[in-house]
């Protein structure tokens, strides 16, 4: 039985002519769901017991499992159980200008980044739109609170599940639905090219940023082994095509690493890089765990090589760290549960 919330509105428009139903129907049902937060086809009232009973027949609407919530002052993580049985993560980041929501877009991730602790638990399958969306649901109704703004950039790489990312992204975004305005969602990619380009075509102003963490090849091969597949050169010349399609600006996001990645000459090197691009700078610093041996730059260096950047004419910005004194990195949660 399908997830109904695996509909983008003009699907359930589709089905419910398909039954010979007016097409008013289907902006009933979508409100009472995204609206009004009623996860029961018979609490529907404007809805006849008769297609109540058929919405039941072909449409599960019931939500994730919560199996685990951490909680901090700005940060509150969820680790989801899915109908299979699988764990997945979700973090809501809370800003002084609204919350943010970070969700997972597969079960696993075969990215096999050398730094992130998703990565050492292999993908297991992609997630549906459904079960992105109620990520969402969960969170707004769980914590009392209305999300603002949508990262893609939990567990899993989203472009290696574009078709369902994207149609997530449309149910968020529908103004019938939770109406999440499209610049107040993000999806990060690790730098797969030709769903780059793909994006780049949709003719939708979310935000796109671009996990690099590296300035060159070599760097970035160590850590990241889709460089190998599409070297920096290739991501650069994406952005480059993106840019000139979207007119949008991009993210670049640098986690950096003790005395890896975090070296004047490294900032030097990115900025020669990204010079004269529509785009700015993320320093992220590093989460550590027990699992992996990269540590956090200190404080002194990441200033050092945000100066540089700055002095180079880069646009930067330093990400204030969320959830330090919980499972903060991506994937830690779930690994404890799954080993």
């Not at 609206?35 to 018979?42: A, G, L, N, Q, T």
């Not at 940060?75 to 989801?80: D, G, I, S, V």
């Not at 399609?245 to 990204?274: G, Q």
Request: with cysteine; hydrophobic share 35%; charged share 30%.
């Amino acid at each position: 039985m399908e997830s109904i919330f695996n509909l983008k509105y003009d699907d359930l428009v589709d089905y419910f002519l398909s039954i010979g139903e007016k097409k008013f129907k289907a902006d009933q049902v979508f409100r009472w769901i995204y609206e009004k937060r009623v996860y029961d086809f018979s609490q529907m009232s404007n809805i006849s017991k008769e297609l109540q009973e058929k919405l039941k027949e072909h449409f599960d609407i019931s939500m994730l499992t919560l199996r685990t919530k951490q909680e901090s002052k700005d940060t509150n993580k969820y680790l989801f159980e899915l109908a299979d049985g699988n764990t997945i993560e979700a973090v809501l980041m809370k800003h002084d200008y609204g919350n943010s929501v970070c969700v997972s877009s597969q079960v696993g991730c075969n990215m096999g980044c050398s730094f992130c602790e998703s990565g050492r638990l292999k993908k297991v399958r992609d997630l549906e739109a459904s079960e992105i969306v109620r990520q969402i649901l969960m969170i707004d109704d769980e914590s009392d609170t209305r999300v603002s703004s949508v990262v893609v950039m939990g567990i899993g790489e989203p472009f290696d599940n574009y078709n369902n990312v994207m149609n997530f992204i449309r149910i968020i975004n529908d103004d019938r639905g939770i109406k999440i305005g499209a610049r107040h969602i993000t999806v990060s990619t690790s730098g797969l090219v030709p769903m780059i380009d793909k994006y780049g075509d949709e003719n939708i102003q979310t935000n796109l940023a671009i996990s690099l963490h590296a300035p060159n090849n070599e760097l970035r091969s160590k850590l990241m082994k889709v460089n190998k597949a599409y070297p920096i050169e290739q991501v650069i010349d994406a952005i480059k095509r993106y840019i000139d399609k979207t007119n949008r600006r991009v993210t670049i996001e640098y986690l950096l690493l003790d005395k890896v990645n975090d070296t004047t000459e490294c900032a030097i090197e990115l900025s020669e890089l990204l010079r004269g691009l529509n785009v700015y700078v993320n320093l992220i610093p590093y989460n550590e765990t027990s699992h992996i041996e990269y540590k956090k730059s200190n404080n002194e260096r990441v200033m050092n090589f945000y100066d540089v950047l700055k002095k180079h004419g880069i646009n930067v910005t330093v990400r204030r760290r969320f959830g330090s004194e919980i499972d903060a990195a991506c994937g830690q949660l779930r690994a404890k549960e799954v080993n």
